[in-house]
């Protein structure tokens, strides 16, 4: 079991597992623009920093370190998993060890934010509803396996990063304060840039990633039969950054892609799409269409009782790698699933 330092998890016992900073910042943020008004800056600073630190937990810890989905230059995963470090949703290691076993027990005894069962006991629904929305983080201590993150501790520079997650929390906070005292040159800018930029903008990324452990497990259209309760949602998608095709990613979770179609929007995708177009990601995973339409017909099958023998079990079911040939990193060996 891998334990933080003691003073190190009593601070984020404070910032994190009760964002004290969120939820205190969050009300006194609006407050504060309702009577003195909120500049242009801070509201740049509120959108830029729920995308770059939402990119960071669902393209950096999600798709890149918890399930390899994809690979690209080293100082591009040390951006995105800085940018997850800012989301102040823990240290990379525990966030993709959680996660990881999130996806092994989901929705069974073991899965750390299930809204259906926690430590052998059936949740009724607003019970589980808070339970897997916020007070798993109360559950569960700060330890996990070395096992489960095995891959990420023969890296060094990953670990590094870990063990410095929370000072590029802090920073990420104070950052939008002082780039409001650079734009606007008052002590109001530099309070309004911090309140908006860092504390609402935390509190408001928080709820796109607990709404989809707990919305995400509960709510929406399952076209896979998952053994599983994870649900898809248009909403949850968009705002999410993709991450509520929750039962897409629960059918193929080793894909880079969640939203499969042209109507389900997935901006996390459009990046690594990107990404790979231009060359900065390789090896990306996609799940094979022939594999998806035929664990969408078994599970329709099985919905209609025509064909109970036919679940679809899609533990993954990526069948196929359209990757390019590997590119020689200049700055380090690319990563390997
Ligand atoms: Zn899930
Ligand atoms: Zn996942």
Not at 57 to 66: D, I, K, V
Not at 190 to 207: C, D, N, P
Not at 272 to 283: K, N, Q, Y
């Amino acid at each position: 079991m891998l334990q933080r330092a003691r003073v190190a998890a009593s601070l984020e016992t404070i910032f994190v597992n009760t964002p004290i900073l969120a939820i205190v910042g969050a009300p006194v943020a609006l407050v504060v623009a309702l009577r003195y008004g909120v500049p242009r800056h801070a509201w740049i600073m509120f959108g830029a920093m729920v995308l770059a630190t939402g990119l960071g937990t669902t393209l950096g810890f999600h798709r890149l370190l918890a399930h390899r989905s994809f690979a690209t230059f080293r100082p591009v995963e040390w951006m995105f998993t800085i940018l997850g470090c800012m989301a102040g949703q823990h240290s990379p290691l525990y966030w993709v060890a959680n996660h990881r076993r999130h996806h092994r027990h989901s929705d069974r005894d073991g899965d750390p934010h299930s809204p259906y069962v926690w430590a052998g006991r059936r949740l009724r629904l607003l019970p589980g509803l808070w339970h897997a929305y916020f007070g798993w983080l109360h559950a569960n201590g700060f330890g996990y396996p070395a096992s489960a993150v095995a891959d990420l501790l023969r890296r060094p520079d990953l670990a590094w990063i870990d063990r410095h997650w929370f000072q590029f929390y802090l920073a990420g906070v104070f950052l939008p304060g002082a780039v409001g005292w650079s734009v606007g040159g008052t002590g109001y800018d530099a309070l309004i840039g911090f309140l908006w930029g860092g504390a609402l903008r935390h509190f408001a990324g928080l709820q796109g990633a607990f709404a989809v452990n707990s919305i995400g497990h509960l709510w929406g259209s399952r076209p896979y039969d998952t053994p599983d309760q994870s649900r898809n949602s248009f909403v949850l998608g968009l705002f999410a950054l993709g991450d509520g095709w929750h039962n897409n990613h629960h059918a193929f979770p080793s894909s880079a892609r969640h939203g499969f179609h042209w109507w389900q929007p997935d901006p996390t995708w459009g990046l690594i799409w990107l990404m790979e177009r231009v060359g900065l990601a390789w090896r990306v995973r996609r799940p094979d269409p022939f594999r998806i339409r035929a664990a969408a017909r078994a599970a329709g099958l099985t919905a209609t009782g025509r064909d109970p023998s036919s679940t679809a079990r899609c533990a993954d079911g990526i069948a196929t790698w359209r990757a390019g040939p590997i590119r020689p990193s200049i700055l380090g060996e690319p990563s390997h699933g």
